[in-house]
């Protein structure tokens, strides 16, 4: 099985990293193409995989391909690699806003297609990410895929009408975490914590916050409830959340994003 990028900038190298480390596919089984030679160096030397410019050759190279650019170049790369995609090989797609029929179309012909969006924590290991596709892919393709992703994310396989929900509640929200972590550092900085000690500290309670969510089954709500002892600091800290909108503005940050995925 060989495996090809189209694009490895964030999200497809963070692709490769998590397919690597989990010792999956080899190097020597892995070719990406890229606008940027630099970046190409760099995954070369990072990773040891194969590397083109040319993303014809990618494209003949694999028999997995994923279009991993951003979703105004799609419409360029498909025209570019079209006549050289075969009928056998599967192609994902992880740009937002690109459907399973606008592909095809642009295309111009039937493919085995698989619409997917991972996010960025597939570099550690723990991405998550969505899947659909279309009826030319065998259940067997399905697994296929799901199988080299699950060396870097858990997968869920759903109704395409859900995909733009999955950009906004797992492709985009680790942007969302990422400053909710680093508000609370600041709030230990200001405390008195040095700030490499504060990270670490409020890194990890998101974390293990998140694996009691997986791993307990239970409400977050209930879980909430836990911490929240009466006349305790806990309760008095959600207090100040649900006053100043907490939960408004995530759900507004949310549908925001979700409105931005559906115009692509």
């Given at each position: 099985?060989?495996?090809?990028?189209?694009?490895?900038?964030?999200?497809?190298?963070?692709?490769i990293?998590?397919?690597?480390?989990?010792?999956?596919?080899?190097?020597?089984?892995?070719?990406?193409s890229?606008?940027?030679?630099?970046?190409?160096?760099?995954?070369?030397?990072?990773?040891?995989?194969?590397?083109?410019?040319?993303?014809?050759?990618?494209?003949?190279?694999?028999?997995?391909?994923?279009?991993?650019?951003k979703?105004q170049?799609?419409?360029?790369?498909?025209?570019?690699?079209?006549?050289?995609?075969?009928d056998?090989?599967?192609?994902?797609?992880?740009?937002?806003?690109?459907?399973?029929?606008?592909?095809?179309?642009?295309?111009?012909?039937?493919?085995?297609?698989?619409?997917?969006?991972?996010?960025t924590?597939?570099?550690?290991?723990?991405?998550m990410?969505?899947?659909?596709?279309?009826?030319?892919?065998?259940?067997?393709d399905?697994?296929?895929?799901?199988?080299?992703?699950?060396?870097?994310?858990?997968?869920?396989?759903?109704?395409?009408?859900?995909m733009?929900?999955?950009?906004?509640?797992?492709?985009?929200?680790?942007?969302?975490?990422?400053?909710?972590?680093?508000?609370?550092?600041?709030?230990?900085?200001?405390?008195?914590?040095p700030?490499?000690?504060?990270?670490?500290?409020?890194?990890?309670?998101?974390?293990?916050?998140?694996?009691m969510?997986?791993?307990?089954?239970?409400?977050?709500?209930e879980l909430?409830?836990?911490?929240?002892?009466?006349?305790?600091?806990?309760?008095?800290?959600?207090?100040?959340?649900?006053?100043?909108?907490?939960?408004?503005?995530?759900?507004?940050c949310?549908?925001?994003?979700?409105?931005?995925?559906?115009?692509?």
């Amino acid at each position: 099985m060989k495996a090809g990028f189209i694009g490895c900038g964030n999200m497809g190298g963070a692709m490769i990293k998590g397919i690597l480390s989990s010792g999956m596919l080899k190097s020597e089984d892995i070719m990406a193409s890229d606008r940027s030679a630099e970046l190409l160096k760099k995954r070369a030397a990072d990773h040891g995989i194969k590397t083109s410019e040319d993303n014809k050759e990618t494209a003949r190279f694999a028999d997995i391909l994923v279009l991993s650019v951003k979703p105004q170049f799609y419409e360029a790369v498909i025209e570019d690699i079209k006549d050289a995609v075969r009928d056998d090989q599967i192609i994902v797609t992880i740009a937002p806003g690109k459907t399973l029929s606008w592909v095809t179309e642009k295309f111009g012909k039937d493919i085995k297609l698989i619409r997917m969006m991972p996010n960025t924590p597939a570099m550690v290991g723990e991405g998550m990410i969505g899947m659909c596709h279309n009826d030319k892919v065998s259940e067997e393709d399905v697994e296929t895929v799901r199988n080299i992703c699950k060396s870097f994310a858990k997968t869920e396989v759903i109704p395409e009408n859900l995909m733009d929900v999955v950009t906004a509640v797992s492709g985009s929200s680790p942007a969302y975490v990422f400053m909710f972590i680093e508000a609370m550092a600041d709030a230990a900085v200001a405390g008195g914590m040095p700030r490499d000690k504060a990270y670490v500290f409020a890194a990890q309670a998101v974390l293990g916050s998140a694996k009691m969510v997986l791993e307990t089954g239970k409400h977050p709500g209930e879980l909430k409830d836990m911490v929240c002892s009466p006349v305790g600091t806990t309760i008095q800290a959600v207090r100040v959340l649900e006053e100043k909108g907490f939960r408004s503005a995530v759900i507004e940050c949310m549908e925001k994003c979700l409105e931005v995925s559906r115009s692509l």
